[in-house]
C-alpha cells in the first residue's frame, strides 16, 4: 500500500478516535479536534517508527510524545483560541496553564494517553498493513 494513503488512514483513525475520546471526556468535540489528533496520532507514531526501537524504553517514547502533543496543543490553541477567538477550550483556571492553551495537567494527561495511542498506532500498522509486530520494553 501508498505510504502516503497509510498515512491518511492512520491520520484519520487518530482523528476520529481523539475527537470521540473528546466527547466521552467533555461531552462535545470541534472539528479541529479531529485534525490535532490525527497530526498528533501520526506525528508519534513516526517519530516511534524512526527515532525508537524495541529496546528504548517506553518511558522515554512517552515523554517525547507528551513534548510532541503539549507542543502541537499549544500551537493549534494559540491559533484557534488566541487569534481567532474560538475558544475551543481554556485551561487558564487551571494552575501552572500558558495563556490558557496548556498546562501541566493537561501535559500530565498526554504522557498517560501516550501508551495506548502508541500500541493502537503499531497495531494499525501490524494488522491493516501487515507490518512487523510490535514489541515494547516496559522497563
Same mark, same amino acid.
Given at each position: 500500500?501508498?505510504?502516503?494513503?497509510?498515512?491518511?488512514?492512520?491520520?484519520?483513525?487518530?482523528?476520529?478516535?481523539?475527537?470521540?475520546?473528546?466527547?466521552?471526556?467533555?461531552?462535545?468535540?470541534? #472539528?479541529?479536534?479531529?485534525?490535532?489528533?490525527?497530526?498528533?496520532?501520526?506525528?508519534?507514531?513516526?517519530?516511534?517508527?524512526?527515532?525508537?526501537?524495541?529496546?528504548?524504553?517506553?518511558?522515554?517514547?512517552?515523554?517525547?510524545?507528551?513534548?510532541? #502533543?503539549?507542543?502541537?496543543?499549544?500551537?493549534?490553541?494559540?491559533?484557534?483560541?488566541?487569534?481567532?477567538?474560538?475558544?475551543?477550550?481554556?485551561?487558564?483556571?487551571?494552575?501552572?496553564?500558558?495563556?490558557?492553551?496548556?498546562?501541566?495537567?493537561?501535559?500530565?494527561?498526554?504522557?498517560?494517553?501516550?501508551?495506548?495511542?502508541? #500500541?493502537?498506532?503499531?497495531?494499525?500498522?501490524?494488522?491493516?498493513?501487515?507490518?512487523?509486530?510490535?514489541?515494547?520494553?516496559? #522497563?
Amino acid at each position: 500500500m501508498n505510504r502516503l494513503v497509510q498515512l491518511l488512514v492512520l491520520f484519520s483513525i487518530g482523528g476520529i478516535s481523539y475527537y470521540f475520546i473528546e466527547i466521552l471526556w467533555r461531552g462535545y468535540s470541534h #472539528i479541529s479536534m479531529f485534525i490535532l489528533g490525527g497530526l498528533c496520532f501520526v506525528t508519534i507514531g513516526l517519530v516511534r517508527e524512526h527515532y525508537f526501537t524495541p529496546e528504548i524504553q517506553i518511558l522515554k517514547q512517552l515523554a517525547v510524545s507528551c513534548f510532541i #502533543i503539549t507542543v502541537l496543543e499549544f500551537i493549534f490553541g494559540f491559533i484557534l483560541n488566541v487569534k481567532l477567538g474560538l475558544g475551543i477550550w481554556d485551561y487558564s483556571g487551571l494552575k501552572f496553564n500558558f495563556m490558557g492553551q496548556i498546562s501541566l495537567v493537561s501535559s500530565i494527561v498526554w504522557f498517560f494517553l501516550s501508551l495506548p495511542a502508541i #500500541i493502537f498506532y503499531d497495531y494499525i500498522r501490524y494488522w491493516l498493513f501487515r507490518e512487523k509486530k510490535p514489541s515494547y520494553k516496559f #522497563i
